[in-house]
């Protein structure tokens, strides 16, 4: 942190191997299975950050597994949301909440539940936005301020399903050409109702 206050004191590298070992045998147990999947996503979150297994970027790798973990095991998120959103609004809340665990007795509940509101969080900012979006779209398109085909609401309408759309998606739904779906995705990059998301292959594009 910025003040310098120690959280907690990682434990010694040579039991690094050993505690992801356990760590990875408990996530993938039938036992785990049975836990709603928010607070398997809280634990692991938590356990990632107190194992920290690596010289930087603990804190991303333990808020991406929470969000893969909640996608991976059914809590619908559609892969609108990334946990940091939350998360990274207010660090000193954050690195707060871990370090009121207590590494004597590994009471998690006061962690879990400042997780589990900021999942809550997440997921109702998600849902606003969605629906002020799919509202606004739809009102500006009956009142012609905005030119939207029908194949351009077809391409919202499968983002706000599916969370993001890449160029080869639109080519398959339509069946048209990479120059066509360039043009349906260009024009609504224009209208800044989507835009892009990452380079090269990896090029996609989600709701503005």
């Known amino acids: 942190m910025i003040t310098g206050e120690v959280i907690f004191m990682p434990p010694p590298s040579e039991n690094v191997p050993w505690l992801v070992d356990a760590l990875l045998e408990w996530f993938n147990s039938p036992e785990a299975e049975e836990i709603d999947p928010v607070i398997v996503a809280g634990v692991t979150h938590y356990e990632?950050?107190?194992?920290?297994?690596f010289i930087d970027g603990n804190g991303r790798t333990a808020r991406t597994m929470a969000t893969l973990t909640l996608y991976k095991r059914g809590f619908?998120?559609?892969?609108?949301f990334a946990l940091d959103d939350?998360?990274?609004h207010d660090r000193g809340s954050y690195y707060a909440a871990l370090g009121r665990v207590d590494q004597t007795t590994r009471d998690l509940t006061g962690w879990l539940e400042y997780f589990t509101g900021g999942v809550a969080v997440s997921i109702k900012e998600v849902?606003?936005?969605?629906?002020?979006?799919?509202?606004?779209?739809?009102?500006?398109?009956?009142?012609?301020?905005?030119?939207?085909?029908?194949?351009?609401?077809?391409?919202?309408?499968?983002?706000?399903?599916?969370?993001?759309?890449?160029?080869?998606?639109?080519?398959?739904?339509?069946?048209?050409?990479?120059?066509?779906?360039l043009n349906e995705i260009s024009r609504l990059i224009e209208l800044k109702v989507i835009k892009q998301m990452g380079k090269g292959r990896s090029v996609h594009y989600v709701l503005g």
Not at 48 to 53: E, N, Q, T, V
């Open 48 to 53: 990632i950050a107190r194992i920290h297994p």
């Open 76 to 80: 619908d998120l559609k892969r609108f």
């Open 86 to 88: 939350y998360y990274d």
């Open 127 to 181: 849902r606003d936005r969605v629906l002020g979006l799919s509202k606004d779209v739809k009102f500006l398109k009956e009142r012609g301020q905005i030119a939207l085909t029908e194949r351009q609401m077809r391409i919202i309408e499968w983002m706000m399903e599916k969370g993001k759309i890449t160029n080869r998606d639109v080519r398959e739904i339509f069946e048209i050409s990479n120059r066509a779906a």
